[in-house]
């Protein structure tokens, strides 16, 4: 059974950093490219970015861009992001997802999220 | 960036009865080199994150009902649902991954009428 866990969310201050973490399990997680999508209180969903499955390739919503860095350790099966420059708009609840076992870049598996929210 | 935009933004349907889920995007997710749409719908219930019903626009994902089902091509795509149970009762959101940045539809709640 696939099982995804975030944490490392809570409460920050503006322009401070947090670091989200994804634990992995159920698969294998070095063949999966990985996801953070976020949704802020009452709102829809936004994707964030996209890691792939070596963690060569790395990709962000226009929104991050140059404050969020995401990562990956394969041999503890863990997805990171790490989020700098913090704003209020970037609270949310934050969700790690899988890409799909059946190809392109939708998402058969999410977590439970971590709530990080931004506020002095 | 591809606007997703799906329509009625809320529907109330009575159990038992059909509901419609529309899903506009801005440009083409059709891919021409394979024929796929890259367009995949989820439900959400209150306090859980998504799930994926329909991928490549009308593949169901393993586990869920065949009441479910999505069609559409290029622009324009639809969820139905055939028959509808109280469990079905959630926000619904279409989402293109033809291309970053992926995008979402602001998402439509459906609710028993």
């Known amino acids: 059974e696939v099982q995804l866990l975030e944490s490392g969310g809570g409460l920050v201050q503006p322009g401070g950093s947090l670091r989200l973490s994804c634990a992995a399990s159920?698969?294998?997680?070095?063949?999966?490219?990985m996801n953070w999508v976020r949704q802020a209180p009452g709102k829809g969903l936004e994707w964030v970015s996209s890691?792939?499955?070596?963690?060569?390739?790395?990709y962000y919503a226009d929104s991050v861009k140059g404050r969020f860095t995401v990562s990956r350790d394969n041999s503890e099966n863990t997805l990171y992001l790490q989020m700098n420059s913090l704003r209020a708009e970037d609270t949310a609840v934050y969700f790690c997802a899988k890409d799909a076992r059946s190809g392109g870049s939708c998402y058969d598996n999410w977590g439970q999220g971590t709530l990080v929210t931004v506020s002095s | 960036d591809i606007v997703m935009t799906q329509s009625p933004d809320s529907l109330a349907v009575s159990l038992g009865e059909r509901a419609t889920i529309n899903c506009k995007s801005s440009q083409s997710v059709l891919y021409s080199s394979n024929s796929k749409n890259y367009l995949a719908w989820y439900q959400q219930k209150p306090g859980q994150p998504p799930k994926l019903l329909i991928y490549?626009?009308?593949t169901r994902e393993s586990g869920v009902p065949d009441r479910f089902s999505g069609s559409g091509s290029g622009t324009d795509f639809t969820l139905t649902i055939s028959s509808l149970q109280a469990e079905d009762v959630a926000v619904y959101y279409c989402q293109q991954y033809y291309t970053t940045p992926l995008t979402f539809g602001q998402g439509t709640k459906l609710q028993i009428k």
């Open positions: 490549w626009a009308s």
């Open positions: 159920g698969f294998t997680f070095s063949n999966s490219g």
């Open positions: 890691v792939s499955g070596s963690g060569t390739s790395t």
